[in-house]
């Protein structure tokens, strides 16, 4: 875990990053929103619970949180749910229903703790209100986002997100031919299906982004994005003419296992 974040007034990134062999660093983030109701963006990696809540508890005591946003049900953004909820007592699980069924299959969870989400619901935090939409693109159909109209800030689940040569936590740091090739390379990974799309059809879902008029985007797997709305849509319109991933073969595979095993000698 890096030490967390402050993208913007209240609102903090934990980010930690995921060394993919022969490939480049994959940002996993999470996040806080001190909002007058504070709020959790998912929970982290399970690898890194310790980590992660120390992480959390250097921006507020876990007790004080009353949300707990799950934005789908992948491993790497519930890592910590079960700790997490044992330690913010008072907090309601926000998130997809059909998430919450699937997770009590391998977590222990109290359902009735859980505030089942829909497209278009808001939550109320007290200070502001919280916009559950679609993502453009996303690796699971449960995938929830996060408008916050108060701070500008669109959270965008896996959308956007990119695998970087370097670990950073803020994008203006790269360079923009850094981050196309980022994107992607992580987005016809993570959503195999983009070269099967509808092209008006998508491009209607990347333009209700822009529609939001977001100052900030923050991805689960891309580092703070401040007023770089125009070059993410830009890189994410061109994906469905890009070449279908092609999973690595056996030969590929144990390359890339020697060299994890290699990096915990």
């Known amino acids: 875990m890096h030490e967390p974040v402050e993208a913007a007034p209240g609102i903090f990134v934990l980010p930690t990053f995921l060394n993919v062999p022969g490939v480049g660093y994959l940002p996993v983030n999470s996040f806080v929103i001190l909002s007058e109701e504070p709020v959790l963006v998912d929970t982290g990696i399970g690898i890194e619970q310790d980590a992660f809540v120390k992480a959390l508890k250097s921006v507020i005591d876990p007790s004080e949180l009353k949300w707990i946003w799950l934005t789908h049900d992948d491993a790497d953004h519930t890592g ?6 044992e330690l913010a007592p008072k ?8 998430s919450a069924f699937r997770m009590i299959l391998w977590c ?6 859980v505030h089942a989400l829909t497209l278009g619901d808001r939550i109320d935090a007290g200070d502001r209100k919280l916009t559950a939409f679609r993502p453009p693109l996303f690796d699971n159909p449960l995938s929830t986002g ?3 109209e108060k701070s500008g800030t669109v959270f965008s689940v896996d959308a956007f997100g990119a695998i970087l040569a370097r670990e950073e936590t803020d994008l203006a740091k790269l360079e923009e031919k850094e981050v196309q090739q980022g994107m992607s390379m992580w987005e016809t990974f993570d959503c195999p299906w983009v070269h099967l799309v509808d092209r008006e059809k998508f491009g209607k879902s990347l333009e209700a982004v822009r529609s939001m008029k977001p100052s900030m985007i923050l991805s689960g797997h891309l580092p703070m994005a401040r007023n770089k709305t125009d070059l993410l849509l830009k890189v994410a319109s061109g994906l469905p003419s890009l070449p ?10 144990s390359q890339m296992v020697s060299a994890i095993l290699s990096s915990q000698r």
């Open 80 to 85: 910590s749910v079960q700790r997490i909820m």
């Open 91 to 98: 907090a309601q699980l926000a998130t997809h229903a059909l």
């Open 108 to 113: 222990p969870l109290d359902l009735h703790r």
């Open 146 to 148: 996060i408008h916050d």
């Open 244 to 253: 279908p991933f092609v999973a690595p073969n056996q030969e590929a595979f």
